[in-house]
């Protein structure tokens, strides 16, 4: 995330540094000055990701065909203007930075209770100043790029670092994204995204040489002067004693200036003062608490591109750590080749992640803290994912059957991430044992098409209802699956929601980017923005479950835009709970009748057989009403009552499936912070959660 205060700094204390360019100018004199290569952007894409967002609804969970067409805006200008781009994304959280990356997911719930503090109270979607990425959107941006024909990369290391270093070895025009890093790295030109016009493709471009010229420092002493100020990997709180001793030396040379920008000026004085060598760092360690100068050491050194040294360091060869990791990771090389490959090129999620180092990470997603009905995304699907890691480290058990953890850093209230959450991968229940990664990644033919589907099917508890899915289109049969799941596992899901679900993925279809874009909605309801963040990290681990088995789906057909639009499904919701006839949920559209029965039918099916009773219960006193000659839906009622189990009260569903043992070993603690009804033992034993372990 860059310098704390650097970015204000260059903009206001250093003006001379932030020229106004144009970009179409700048690439047709790159390309007089280098005729045989493209003139190339490389973009730091999350860093790129609030300013593409740019549609007016973001609570909903995402309006994904308006995103979509940003998108392929942002590039069709860009290649109006001759520019290649090339985007990177982070495909790992590296341990030296995982503690700011845990600082600033506690940070971000408090955000989200905010929002949905204003959700209740309000009725409406927050100003834009409360705005919050909607679920999910990284991860799915790097699928719609690749679908829009881009060169996508993701990291093996922390992505800023491979930006750079790309930018410099390709002889890039520049780099396009919101980090102050980009200015400490000796690398190609540094483009802000946030003031980009896009019309008029006129950006800022940020000097490091005329910041250099300011602070009178050379661009060597940038790593230094950077950690210096506290970064990533040194935090503000261990440099405090440091700044003092720097501002006492060096007094303010204008009353104008605010602490961060004396701190600056006086830390870049301090330095420029200092003999240019390692010795000089050797003794400035005197000046920080103790242990801090290793940190030190580290944050130069991550700093330097390949072949870049520093005279602050000693020689040495810091590149050679990734590979060995990598060696030591995976037996077989092949298989662990091909997930890396695919992982570069961002085709699939998570999977290298498990293989490379068993580590994976989910940032936070907008869940409402105090629904007690309505349980995080990462413990609703956790037990996906101990499938698939079952699937993924099938060659890795131990003479006892016994497979190794996995560590997994997920958001969900209640979790302080002090530490990751050991979770043990539990076997598919399948017939002949798990396949192979060899079979399934590398064996063609009709047979493995098969395995691989009834594999993915199986990771969600489905993989006897083969046919039924097979008959069934694949997005919807996505949808189906993904329902299914959350109805067996979620006891709170009621016939309206499904209801609400099964027509918002019929009227989608068809439906134009501008007539998603054109309706309003009279109010938000927060439980549907609830809803609609667990369908959505539902996508992500149907995403996953598809690269593990060896792809049976087509990713194209997993996105959410093709089976998820945040303002429609607010509206089918209000619809369906407002208790409107079928006729009306389906926008007067009686073709869809028939497809609407036979989707319900096949999910209350799965439903039953799983012994789940979907009971009705409508929320809908608090909607506004809109009705327009619809009646409060008694015949829609009676017509679908086929449809489900007659409603009588069930205890013992939710996360442990039946006849399974718990998969929280350890203290029977109730998670703190989730608001858990203590009056449902039942319930609360459902969610348990031990502090290391998580088995079934």
């Given amino acids: ?115 949905f503090q204003f959700l209740k109270s309000n009725r409406q979607q927050p100003g834009r100043g409360m705005f919050f990425i909607p679920s999910g959107l990284a991860t799915f941006t790097r699928f719609a790029l690749k679908s829009l024909g881009q060169e996508t990369i993701c990291s093996l290391q922390e992505a800023d670092y491979e930006v750079a270093s790309f930018g410099l070895q390709n002889n890039c025009m520049g780099i396009l994204g919101q980090d102050t890093d980009y ?6 030109p540094y483009f802000s995204i946030s003031k980009l016009c896009l019309d008029r493709m006129v950006t800022v471009m940020y000097s490091r040489e005329i910041l250099c010229h300011t602070l009178g420092l050379n661009i060597m002493d940038l790593p230094l002067f950077a950690c210096l100020l506290g970064n990533d990997i040194l935090p503000e709180d261990i440099l405090e004693g440091f700044w003092q001793k720097c501002v006492a030396s060096c007094p303010p040379k204008s009353q104008n200036y605010d602490k961060k920008t004396n701190i600056i000026l006086a830390v870049a004085n301090y330095i420029s003062k200092l003999p240019c060598s390692y010795d000089s760092l050797k003794d400035l360690k005197e000046m920080l608490p103790l242990a801090s100068d290793k940190l030190l050491y580290r944050g130069v050194e991550s700093y ?13 060869d810091s590149q050679m750590h990734l590979v060995k990791q990598e ?32 580590e994976v990470e989910c940032s936070n997603t907008l869940e409402d803290e105090f629904d007690t009905e309505l349980p995080g995304q990462a413990l609703i699907y956790r037990p996906v994912r101990q499938h698939i890691y079952s699937v993924l480290l099938e060659s890795r058990k131990d003479s006892c059957g016994a497979y190794p953890v996995v560590k997994e850093w997920f958001v969900y209230f209640g979790n302080p991430m002090q530490q990751p959450d050991l979770v043990q991968p539990v076997q ?28 993915f099917l199986a990771c969600f508890h489905l993989q006897d209802m083969v046919g039924e899915f097979q008959l069934l289109d694949a997005p919807v049969a996505a949808v189906c699956c993904l329902l299914i799941y959350l109805t067996l596992q979620v006891d709170s899901l009621s016939l309206e929601d499904l209801n609400a679900f099964v ?33 959505i990290r539902g996508l992500t681990t149907l995403i996953m479950a598809n690269g593990a088995c060896g792809f049976p ?32 949920l389906l926008e007067g559209n009686g073709s869809l009748h028939m497809q609407f029965q036979n989707l319900k039918s096949l999910i209350c099916k799965a439903c039953t057989v799983k012994k789940r009773t979907i009971q009705s219960r409508q929320r809908g006193n608090e909607f506004i009403t809109e009705m327009q000659g619809g009646g409060r839906g008694h015949d829609f009622q009676q017509a679908h009552a086929t449809y489900f189990i007659p409603p009588h009260h069930t205890q013992n569903r939710g996360f442990q499936r039946r006849g399974a043992q718990p998969y929280f070993h350890g203290s029977e603690a109730q998670p703190s912070g989730r608001g858990y009804r203590s009056g449902h033992r039942d ?12 088995v079934f």
């Fill in 553 to 584: 789906l087509n990713m194209d057909d997993l996105m959410p835009w093709k089976v998820f639009d945040g303002k429609l499904f607010q509206k089918k919701y209000q619809q369906s709970h407002r208790g409107c006839s079928l006729d009306e």
């Fill in 183 to 188: 200015l400490i790295y000796n690398t190609s």
């Fill in 1 to 115: 995330m860059g310098v704390k205060g650097l970015q204000w700094f260059v903009a206001n204390a250093c003006p001379n540094a932030c020229t106004m360019v144009n970009l179409k100018e700048m690439a047709e004199k790159h390309h007089i000055d280098h005729p045989d290569s493209p003139p190339v952007i490389v973009v730091d894409a999350m860093g790129c990701i609030r300013q593409w967002y740019t549609s007016e609804s973001w609570v909903c969970g995402g309006q994904w065909q308006e995103y979509l067409a940003n998108l392929q805006h942002f590039i069709k200008t860009f290649m109006a203007a001759g520019i290649k781009l090339v985007f990177y994304f982070d495909g790992v959280v590296e341990q030296k930075k995982r503690n700011e990356w845990v600082k600033r997911r506690l940070k971000n719930n408090k955000e989200i209770t905010r929002i």
């Fill in 683 to 694: 319930q609360r034993r459902r969610f348990q959660l031990a502090p290391r372990l998580f």
């Fill in 327 to 358: 060696i030591a990771t995976c037996a077989d090389q092949d298989i662990f080749q091909l997930a890396k490959e695919q992982h570069i090129r961002a085709e699939n999620y998570m999977v290298y992640n498990v293989l490379s180092k068993g």
């Fill in 304 to 316: 330097l591109l390949p072949g870049q040294q520093s005279p602050w360091l000693p020689p040495n």
């Fill in 503 to 535: 027509a918002h993925t019929l009227c989608l279809q068809g439906k134009s980017v501008a007539q998603l874009a054109g309706f309003q909605l009279a109010q938000v309801d927060s439980r549907a923005v609830h809803l609609g963040s667990l369908f």
């Fill in 428 to 455: 598919l229940d399948i017939p002949g044992g798990t396949p192979s990664l060899r079979t399934l990644w590398l064996t063609k033919g009709s047979e493995v098409k098969t395995l691989q589907y009834n594999t």
